[in-house]
């Protein structure tokens, strides 16, 4: 049996509220918000509720979630009930308010068992985690996304991002689609870019891209931008003499490939994260013999082009010259979703933001994001997981992989 517990001071809560109205958007969710409405005590208790779980997680062995991925449920005639990330969970909780004090009590008997680590790839690394590090350590990524009618990959690839752990992400996206993105952004920095009332990246947004590039640890750019030809202009233009290594991605690969670009003049090392069409675009050949050779492939682009491949799908490759090639051993059918390879592009990002090298970057962000899916998978089923439902999971995938990383070095 395993037990957390909070106690916590009601008007502190209400302080909280009352300061910063965005307080119960980042910490409670919708249904939470309703329930609680003008009591404190309610707000109190389930952050309360929300701390002792926390604690119980972590006593558990297990990643601790984030705030707004607990909900106290109440039901009607019956104690409330957690829910993790949408799921009903066996943990049992009491709740109570006396005195100007919230205290919840929150049991599991299912605890106390730590989750089977992974076999991690002998060649993967992760950035460090310093115990006294800041937003500052972990880098700031710059993610260049989205088009009209194409709002839901920008997001997609900035939370890849910041839930692969990157310090600061900044989401930029044409000026016209910046209402519909920004209200869904809370944890990253919305930035508009000119665009000359296209919806799209505009030749006219350069010399702002160039300025948000300054001081920029990671690039990511290219899920959802589309292929105008303004489009094509702004982003070979962008991709020649970059400050900062980059994930290409998406419809700015489909680009490069009709443009023929060099990838040479970016003077950056370069990741593309092409799934099989993508790369008999780049290499010039049909999808079907890009599947017969992927290895082969992957090997020969990287090595010619001096890049770092990834080719996406079951057993990604990644590939670059000089290093051995990588293969992910992991076959996830749950991962076959729109919107998964924006997530994984934002997470390559992020570890490079972290300091890693292009190609370990490159294969941590492989590794995680194919072990957040089958986390996902477990929980939900090989089919009708979301991108967003892979999101979520990155942090306990993540820290699953550096517990299994520290239990092999201790075993040496």
Known sequence: MVVGVDVTVVDRIARALERNPRFAQRIYTAGEQRYSARKPERWASRWAAKEAVRKLCSSAGEAMPAYR?????RRRGGPPRVHIRGEETPIALSLTHDGGLAIAV?????????RELPVPPDDLLLADRPEDGHKG???????????????????????????????????????????????????VMPTPLPDDGTGTLHPSA??????????????????????????ATALL????????????DADALNIAATSGFDWKLSGQTIVVTPHPAEMGRLA???????????????????????????LKGAETVVSAAGHPTHIDQHRVVALATGGTGDVL??????????GL?????????????????????????????????????????????????????ARR
Not at 69 to 73: A, G, S, T
Not at 237 to 248: D, S, Y
Not at 345 to 354: E, F, K, P, R, V
Request: overall charge negative; proline content about 5%; charged content about 20%.
């Open 106 to 114: 929150a049991v599991s008997r299912a605890g106390g068992r730590r």
């Open 69 to 73: 991925d607990i909900e106290v449920v």
């Open 345 to 354: 592009a934002g997470l390559i990002g992020s570890m490079l933001g972290q």
């Open 206 to 231: 350069v010399s702002t891209v160039r300025e948000r590039l300054q001081g920029a640890d990671a690039l990511v750019i290219g899920p959802g931008l589309g292929r105008s030809p303004d489009t």
């Open 237 to 248: 233009e962008i991709l020649e003499g970059l400050p900062c290594p980059a994930v290409v």
């Open 357 to 409: 090298t292009p190609r370990d970057a490159a294969v941590a962000g492989v590794t995680i994001h194919a072990q957040a899916g089958l986390m996902v998978q477990a929980r939900r089923g090989r089919a009708g997981a979301l991108a967003s439902d892979v999101i979520d999971t990155l942090p306990a995938a993540q820290e699953l992989l550096r517990q299994a990383l520290e239990a092999a070095t």
């Open 137 to 187: 350590t972990f880098g700031r990524v710059v993610v260049i996304a989205g088009s009209k009618g194409f709002t839901g990959a920008p997001r997609l690839a900035a939370m890849g991002a910041a839930r692969g752990g990157a310090g600061l992400v900044e989401l930029c996206i044409p000026e016209a689609i910046h209402p519909i993105v920004a209200a869904g952004c809370l944890e």
């Open 284 to 310: 010039g050949m049909g999808t079907e013999a890009v599947q017969a050779d992927r290895i082969g492939i992957a090997e020969r682009y990287a090595q010619e082009h001096g890049v770092v491949v990834v």
